[in-house]
């Protein structure tokens, strides 16, 4: 008797997993969250009208935003809505269970399983792009060289040594150190071979450094040497954004300076001396050194005629590495990739800018590990569907040709 | 019932005894010098570190119980007077014309817009080798959403002028009696302004 309760009460249980697992694998599912990222898709594009493309895309598809309310044209729309990445992360599974796993098999569903595994490498590719990789950009002007892309988002702050008057190599406190300490939290931050630590307190995302005589601090803020930082909210277009932190050098023989501001809106570091060593400490957006430099040979933008509106811009670069040059153009939808950098003709300068003015050309560049996996996903789906189309023609003609046989 | 009464305080002891150790981090991350990394101007100070300080395109000698404040992007020369630290003088360079610019200080005081025979009888007065009008008001000043609260009581006076095809405005605002008692200083500030040349 006992026996046979067990057996019904694991009957239940399996018909519970059953059904989660045929939810999850479920066509409706499917068709459900393709839907939702459809919605999702248009909504932030209305709304990154207003926000600003970083602001939206990080509330609609982070992997930080589990749901949200949408914004449009400011007001709030009452209905949640799931994170974008979850939603993703959702039809991944929901393609392996229903599109590989739970599917037939059998010669006839072989085209239907390699555009499945393509959709699943397609997702995959954006997990990855959108955890591992970054952006930044790189300008440069006619017969000019650069060797280093800077980030669009993440402050930095940097402690550098100078020896005849030049800097020699930065230690790099990273901006997800920095981040953490916006509230009344401070941090002791130590470098190899500098002879004092940083305090760090006071992060703000979007700060300017305001002359306590022109306007005194409204809320308290510290003033050290005349100045405070203001804060300001975030701006729609969020790389514009300049953080700001109080710092204070504490020396080997536990000694602290005054306070001190750190701003990306500063024009000079602020400087440090140790004995009869000289030390720049500075706050400024990310740099990534190249392992190669860039040169601008020509830049060419066409105009549409009687207006400053670029129908096309194209740079011709020089790449050189090792002593060794190589060529390239690059132009808008024609990216120079390279060691894992993806270099895209994005603007150009001065704002403004017509024809016969001198101009520098703007690049963005791309390190992103699966750059190349849509791409490859389309071409696995684009021939899963042809084998599909071929299965499917030849049992239609093999159909046809059995019932001429069997009506002769 | 003594012993439960010293728990409390043993708790509160343990936590002095205990100072909070502030948290360090060892930083490992470094970056070679790239070619955005420009020569580095030691020992900036505040104002040198916080503002593209460029030299001034004007010069004047400022009374000594002015206070010279850092030029802003809207303010080339600035400075604060008076006892309520409220009184503000400062040289500025605006767009538009010389009329619109003394209306548009007009209409801070609530005032209507000159008619050409009134602002063809201001006052004329030599500023940097050029003629320019001499505006004085008070009342109720409001500087609109820009400049915070309005302010009854206050006072302005100052000059407009066109220099080149640029109008150059030298503006004193503040209490009533304090810019009734510094006109004067106004006045020859105004008169000892030179162009730099910058």
């Not at chain 1, 002879?195 to 005589?213: C, E, H, M, Q, T």
């Not at chain 2, 012993?3 to 343990?14: H, V």
């Not at chain 2, 400022?62 to 809207?74: G, Y």
Request: net charge neutral.
């Amino acid at each position: 008797m006992d026996a046979e309760l067990k057996n019904k009460g694991k009957d239940r249980e399996k018909s519970v997993l059953r059904k989660v697992y045929d939810f999850l694998s479920s066509l409706k599912l499917a068709t459900a969250l393709l839907l939702l990222l459809l919605v999702l898709t248009w909504l932030a594009t209305l709304e990154q009208i207003d926000q600003g493309l970083y602001l939206t895309l990080r509330k609609y598809f982070s992997w930080q935003s589990l749901a949200f309310f949408p914004e449009i044209n400011g007001k709030r729309v009452p209905v949640l809505l799931p994170g974008g990445y979850y939603v993703s992360a959702l039809l991944l599974v929901n393609m392996i269970l229903g599109g590989l796993v739970r599917i037939r098999k059998g010669p006839k569903q072989i085209g239907n399983l390699i555009s499945h595994f393509g959709i699943v490498f397609m997702l995959l590719g954006g997990g990855v792009a959108h955890h591992f990789s970054e952006r930044g950009n790189m300008a440069i002007g006619e017969g000019e060289m650069a060797d280093v892309a800077e980030d669009y988002f993440e402050y930095v702050i940097e402690v550098s040594e100078v020896k005849d008057g030049e800097n020699d190599g930065f230690h790099v406190i990273r901006g997800k150190y920095l981040t953490k300490l916006d509230g009344g939290d401070s941090q002791i931050f130590d470098f190899d071979g500098v002879p004092f630590s940083l305090n760090i307190s006071g992060y703000l995302k979007n700060a300017v450094p305001v002359s306590s005589l022109e306007r005194a601090p409204a809320e308290g803020e510290l003033v050290t040497d005349g100045y405070y930082l203001a804060s300001k909210p975030s701006e729609v277009t969020t790389e514009r954004n300049t953080a700001g932190a109080y710092a204070r050098v504490i020396f080997e023989d536990g000694e602290k300076s005054s306070p001190f501001i750190l701003a990306g809106a500063s024009f000079q570091p602020f400087t440090v001396r140790d004995g009869d060593r000289v030390f720049t400490v500075d706050m400024r957006k990310r740099l990534w050194p190249m392992p190669f430099e860039v040169e601008l040979d020509t830049f060419t933008a066409d105009f549409h005629p009687g207006t400053s509106r670029p129908a096309k811009f194209v740079s011709d670069v020089r790449r050189v590495e090792n002593g060794q040059d190589s060529e390239v153009t690059i132009q808008m939808n024609e990216p120079m990739r390279y060691e894992g950098f993806t270099f895209f003709q994005a603007s150009y300068g001065p704002p403004g800018a017509g024809p016969g003015d001198t101009m520098y050309s703007v690049f963005e560049v791309v390190r992103n590990p699966s750059d190349k996996w849509p791409e490859y996903s389309l071409y696995v789906v684009a021939f899963g569907m042809l084998v599909t189309f071929l299965t499917k023609l030849g049992s239609h003609l093999g159909a046809a040709s059995r019932k001429r046989k069997k009506n002769a | 019932m003594k012993a439960f009464a010293l728990i409390p305080l043993t708790i509160c002891l343990g936590f002095t005894a205990c100072e909070k150790q502030e948290e360090r981090m060892l930083i490992e991350e470094t970056r070679r010098v790239t070619s955005k990394d420009t020569k580095p101007k030691l020992f900036a100070t505040s104002d040198e570190r916080f503002r593209d300080a460029k030299p001034s395109p004007f010069k004047g000698d400022a009374p000594e119980n002015w206070l010279t404040l850092p030029s802003s992007q809207m303010r080339i020369l600035n400075y604060r007077f008076g006892e309520s630290g409220m009184g503000e003088v400062y040289l500025s360079v605006s767009g538009g014309g010389v009329p619109d610019n003394v209306n548009r200080w007009l209409k801070q005081f609530g005032s209507k817009p000159l008619s050409p025979a009134d602002f063809s009888a201001l006052e004329k007065v030599e500023v940097v080798g050029t003629e320019g009008v001499w505006v004085e008001m008070a009342g109720r000043f409001d500087a609109g959403p820009m400049g915070g609260a309005a302010r009854s009581g206050f006072a302005l006076a100052g000059v407009v002028a066109d220099v080149g095809g640029r109008i150059l405005t030298i503006k004193m605002i503040g209490p009533k009696p304090e810019v009734e008692a510094e006109k004067e200083e106004l006045r020859q500030y105004i008169g000892s302004l030179q162009v730099t040349g910058n």
